[in-house]
C-alpha cells in the first residue's frame, strides 16, 4: 500500500506542477507545504501571512513557499475583476465581486481560473459544500460534461485481497452527487474510467450498482432506483461502446465470480468489476467508509473530477499526510 502512495507521489514530483493550498491558518496545511516542497512533490503557493503560519506552526520551514494574502496582495483586484467578469450574469456586482475575492477559497479558484496555479486543494477546515462552491462557480466543468463528481481510489491492504488484483479498485460517487439521475450517473462512469486509468494506473471495469441484479428487483413504488441505473446502463453503452460497463449489479454480482455466474451468467464485467458506480451518495459514502473500516482498504480522495481545472476537496478530519497525497493526485490530474 505504502509503496504504492509513494508511486503516486514520485509520478506527481516528475511533473513540477504548482498546487495552491487555501489555508494558511492550519497547522496541517502548513506543515503538509513544507513537506511537499522539500520532497519535491509539487511547487506550493500557501494562501496565509508568514505571521499566521509561524503561529500554528512555529518550527515548520517555510523556505521555498510562496505565501499569498489577499488581504494585502496585488493580484486580488486583478482576480475581483476576473470574477465580475464570470458572474456579472449571475448578478454580482464589482463590489460584491472585490469582497469575494479576498475569501481564501474563492481566491485560490480564480489563481486557478486564471492559469497562476495548476490545481487547488482546500476543505481542512472548511466544509465540502464552502470548498468546492467556489470552483463550480468560476472553474466549472471541462469540455463534453456537465457534471463535476468525486470518486475514492480504494487501495487494497498490504495483506491483499483475493478480489482486487490490481491492489486498486475506484469506488463513485461516494462525496458529491447526492441524488444522480441516470444521465448523471453515465458522466460519473465516464469520469471515474478516466480516474481509475490516470491516477489509479488499472484498465476500467465499470459496474452499475444496485440492490438488483438484471431485474431481479424492482421499486417501482419507492422510487424507481433500479430503473434509474439500467437506463444508465443503456445510455453508457449507447454514448461511450468503448467503455466495459454492466449494470445494474449488486456488488456480490459485480465482484465475485462464482455469484456472477448464477446471477449475471455471459456478462463481461459480472466477477471481475473493478470501478463501482453506487446509485446515490447513501449507498456509496456508507459503501466507501465498510470498505475502509472492515476491509481494511485505504481511502484516497474524495477525489473531484469533471471540473476544467483540478479542484481537490480535503476532509476536516483530514492528516498532514492526506494533504500531501491529495496535491499529488492534484498534481497527476494537472498533468494529464
Ligand atoms: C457540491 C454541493 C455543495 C453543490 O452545492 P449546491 O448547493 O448544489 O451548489 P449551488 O446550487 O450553489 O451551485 C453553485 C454552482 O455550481 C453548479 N453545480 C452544483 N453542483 C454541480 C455539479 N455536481 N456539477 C457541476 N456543476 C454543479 C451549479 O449549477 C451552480 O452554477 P451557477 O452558480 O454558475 O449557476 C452539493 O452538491 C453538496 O452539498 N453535496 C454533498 C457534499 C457533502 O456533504 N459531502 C459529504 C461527504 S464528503
Do not use: W
Not at 120 to 146: D, E, F
Not at 216 to 242: C, I, M
Not at 284 to 307: D, H, M, S
Amino acid at each position: 500500500m505504502s509503496a504504492y502512495l509513494d508511486m503516486i507521489k514520485s509520478r506527481a514530483a516528475a511533473l513540477k506542477k504548482t498546487v495552491v493550498l487555501c489555508e494558511g491558518e492550519d497547522k496541517r496545511v502548513v506543515e503538509a507545504a513544507a513537506k511537499i516542497t522539500k520532497d519535491g512533490i509539487a511547487k506550493i503557493v500557501l494562501i496565509g501571512n508568514e505571521e499566521e503560519c509561524k503561529k500554528v506552526a512555529p518550527d515548520v520551514d517555510l523556505s521555498g513557499i510562496t505565501l499569498i494574502d489577499p488581504l494585502t496582495s496585488e493580484l486580488t483586484d486583478k482576480y475581483a475583476k476576473l470574477l465580475y467578469e464570470l458572474r456579472k450574469e449571475k448578478g454580482m456586482t464589482e463590489e460584491m465581486a472585490a469582497e469575494a475575492a479576498k475569501d481564501r477559497t474563492m481566491f485560490g479558484a480564480l489563481m486557478l481560473k486564471a492559469g497562476d496555479v495548476d490545481g487547488y486543494v482546500s476543505g481542512a477546515c472548511h466544509s465540502t459544500a464552502n470548498t468546492l462552491r467556489p470552483g463550480l462557480q468560476v472553474i466549472k466543468t471541462a469540455p463534453g460534461t456537465k457534471l463535476v463528481s468525486s470518486c475514492f481510489i480504494m487501495i487494497a491492504p498490504e495483506s491483499g485481497n483475493k478480489f482486487c488484483k490490481d491492489g486498486v479498485f475506484v469506488f463513485a460517487d461516494c462525496a458529491l452527487n447526492i441524488c444522480p439521475t441516470s444521465e448523471q450517473l453515465v458522466e460519473i462512469a465516464k469520469a471515474s474510467a478516466d480516474t481509475a486509468k490516470v491516477i489509479g494506473g488499472i484498465e476500467p471495469r465499470v459496474a452499475m450498482l444496485s440492490f438488483s441484479t438484471k431485474g431481479s428487483g424492482n421499486d417501482a413504488k419507492y422510487g424507481n432506483t433500479v430503473e434509474r441505473v439500467a437506463k444508465a446502463v443503456a445510455l453508457a453503452r449507447e454514448e461511450s461502446p468503448e467503455l466495459i460497463l454492466d449494470g445494474e449489479f449488486q456488488f456480490d454480482a459485480a465482484l465475485v465470480p462464482e455469484v456472477a455466474s448464477i446471477k449475471a451468467p455471459g456478462s463481461s464485467v459480472a466477477g471481475s468489476a473493478n470501478v463501482f458506480v453506487f446509485p446515490d451518495i447513501n449507498a456509496g459514502n456508507i459503501g466507501y467508509k465498510i470498505a475502509e473500516r472492515l476491509g481494511g482498504f485505504v481511502a484516497v480522495g474524495p477525489i473531484c473530477q469533471g471540473f476544467a481545472k483540478p479542484l481537490n476537496d480535503l476532509s476536516r478530519g483530514c492528516c498532514t499526510d492526506d494533504i500531501v497525497l491529495t496535491v499529488a493526485v492534484t498534481a497527476l490530474q494537472a498533468g494529464h
